[in-house]
């Protein structure tokens, strides 16, 4: 393996997860979290995050960049999770497609949802963002997520 080595100095601070305990959900925990991360991203300017958008498993056939432009009537995001960064000053800047990627065979997919999927087409799992595409007994999970950022100077 190489590594590259790029000059200049780092210019952000990339959180990668905010997880909660369901016992704890509702108390604003990743509201103190997200401020904590605001923090150690001071001296460097910039936080960034891919967000996994909290509601998206309700909708799992809308596209990521539709979704992200859902507003509430008072302006302020549809999605909780993306509230929250934006109530901090946090801004939308993108969406990914693939996020993240899950392929297995139809006997591992079967094995890892306890459900079946008898032919190739396109399934909507609890849970998912978006549905998992089966070809040639082959499934195939490409999660999205938004891309925030905080200017912490």
């Given amino acids: 393996m190489k590594f590259v080595s ?3 100095e780092p210019d952000r601070v990339c959180a990668l997860a905010i997880m909660v305990s369901p016992a704890h959900r509702g108390r604003g925990v990743s509201s103190v979290m997200l401020e904590h991360m605001r923090e150690l991203a001071a001296p460097f300017g910039r936080l960034v995050a891919p967000v996994r958008p909290t509601l998206k498993e309700r909708y799992p056939l809308i596209p990521i960049e539709r979704y992200v432009r859902w507003r509430r009537g008072d302006g302020t995001h549809f999605d909780p999770w993306i509230r929250t960064h934006e109530r901090l000053g946090g801004e939308v800047t993108g969406t990914a497609e693939e996020a993240m990627l899950i392929e297995g065979s139809r006997e591992e997919w079967s094995e890892w949802t306890e459900l079946e999927f008898p032919g190739d087409g ?5 849970g998912a963002l978006v549905p998992v595409r089966f070809a040639d007994g082959h499934g195939v999970y490409r999660e999205p997520c938004v891309w925030l950022q905080h200017d912490v100077t």
Avoid: A, T
């Avoid at 396109?122 to 609890?126: E, F, G, H, S």
């Fill in 6 to 8: 790029i000059p200049g």
């Fill in 122 to 126: 396109d399934y909507v799992l609890p």
